[in-house]
């Protein structure tokens, strides 16, 4: 006899590119255009199997846009599993403060926003974001555990974390993260400010995240690894 257990969060994967020296942008938080098509094609891969993307204020902020799925066979791999042309995208924001006329409001996605019940009173009655989620802790901050508990319970399954390193470090503390895809580009940015793919406060030695590799591919001068989380 099968045991099925009931889905408490979603299963969450972080797919991040950053260069030699661990940096995700540089220290003017410019957009990351380093990695090479195949990084952009795996990515693009990451997110056609996700049933949503979650990312920060600040990396919408950075590119104004967000990466749709766009390759045929990867559509297609989506309408034969049942699920709709592109995933959700959800935008983590406390202050709630998007510019409403960049060019993400105008693809053709779904858009959900997490944020605070102060920082949600401009979006409620307005057309760009499809739901609106707000979870936040007696401190002030976003709920992370309770939100993937309501996402889960929204009906996504799998959730690819797409930046950037403040959310990362946000979710890793609160043990929601299950795999990490780190794509290593060769070039190094420097710059003791440059944001690196887990930003915060960051972790003790005894109590640092511990990863497993599953992985490691090299494609010309990139590296893909392939992290799981141990438990």
Known sequence: MSVV?????????????????????????????FGSPADKAHLEKQIALADAVIFGASTLRA???????????????????????????????RSGKIDPQIRFFRQPVPRWLLTRASSAQFWQERPEFERILVIE?????????????????????????????????????ANLIDELWLTVCPLILGGATAPTPVEGAGF???????????????????????YRLRR
């Open 204 to 226: 003790s030695q005894d109590l640092a995240p511990r990863l497993q590799l599953l992985a490691v591919e090299r494609v010309e001068g990139e590296v893909f690894l392939h």
């Open 5 to 33: 257990f009931a889905i408490d969060r979603p299963h969450t994967t972080v797919v991040l590119a950053m260069t030699a020296d661990g940096k995700i942008t540089d220290a003017k938080a410019s957009p990351a255009r």
């Open 137 to 173: 802790t007696p401190e002030g901050g976003i709920d992370f555990v309770a939100a993937f508990g309501q996402m889960a319970e929204l009906g996504l399954a799998k959730l690819a974390v797409l930046g950037g390193g403040e959310l990362v470090a946000s979710l890793l503390a």
């Open 63 to 93: 590119y104004g846009t967000t990466l749709s799925v766009s390759n045929p066979q990867l559509l297609k791999q989506r309408e034969q599993q049942n699920k709709p042309p592109q995933p959700v995208q959800i935008v983590c924001s």
